[in-house]
T-cell receptor, first 115, second 114 residues
């Protein structure tokens, strides 16, 4: 009974393609995130949604577009994939409480390889 | 800008040795502090967290961390490591002005030799 699940786990695609990664959480949390982990394992936030509203949008190329159809889902669509997009993408969720959040629960990650 | 610094990038220990991983952050306000662990090929799992109260927090698998506000530090400790502790360890900070946003340190690779 996975709390935060992402699909696919692995994604290999060619440069220039468009791809999507899906994320779902069954924890009842109101906030969801996308983080990118680069080849040096450094983790950086990309986006955050609270109750389907975009609240964090870090400096990310506009080829990346998150979509949150409801509180339990946050998908990431990437257009015109580039070699530098190769990374592990982690979805996470947490519950907000008066401006602070509980700990984030992470999905198992999607390893994206652009060739 | 807020940042988190982990001093040890790669630590190699023998089983039963004691562990201390350093973490310092730069933010003057209220913070929530976390240590996450990432076992090879897996997702991040929470080891422990500090929100308020007792600055010495205990987590899973025998880990603990001490929040020292005056030093802006949140070091992770374990008295006796096991081979199964081999993993990547991340310190993270959630500052009150950033709803839910975690700022991660660069991670420490711990290798425990049997």
């Amino acid at each position: 009974d996975t709390a935060v699940s992402q699909t696919p786990k692995y994604l290999v695609t060619q440069m220039g393609n468009d791809k999507s990664i899906k994320c779902e959480q069954n924890l009842g949390h109101d906030t969801m995130y996308w983080y990118k982990q680069d080849s040096k394992k450094f983790l950086k936030i990309m986006f955050s949604y609270n109750n389907k509203e975009l609240i964090i949008n870090e400096t990310v190329p506009n080829r990346f577009s998150p979509k949150s159809p409801d509180k339990a889902h946050l998908n990431l669509h990437i257009n015109s994939l580039e070699l530098g997009d190769s990374a592990v993408y982690f979805c996470a969720s947490s519950q907000s409480d008066r401006g602070m959040n509980t700990e984030a629960f992470f999905g198992q990650g999607t390893r994206l390889t652009v060739v | 800008a807020q940042s988190v610094s982990q001093h040890n990038h790669h630590v190699i220990l023998s089983e039963a040795a004691s562990l201390e991983l350093g973490c310092n952050y730069s933010y003057g306000g209220t913070v929530n502090l976390f240590w996450y662990v990432q076992y090879p090929g897996q997702h991040l799992q929470l080891l422990l967290k500090y929100f308020s109260g007792d600055p010495l927090v205990k987590g899973i698998k025998g880990f603990e961390a001490e929040f020292i506000k005056s030093k802006f530090s949140f070091n992770l400790r374990k008295p006796s490591v096991q081979w199964s502790d081999t993993a990547e360890y991340f310190c993270a900070v959630n500052a009150s002005s950033n709803t839910g946003k975690l700022i991660f340190g660069q991670g420490t690779t711990l290798q425990v030799k049997p």
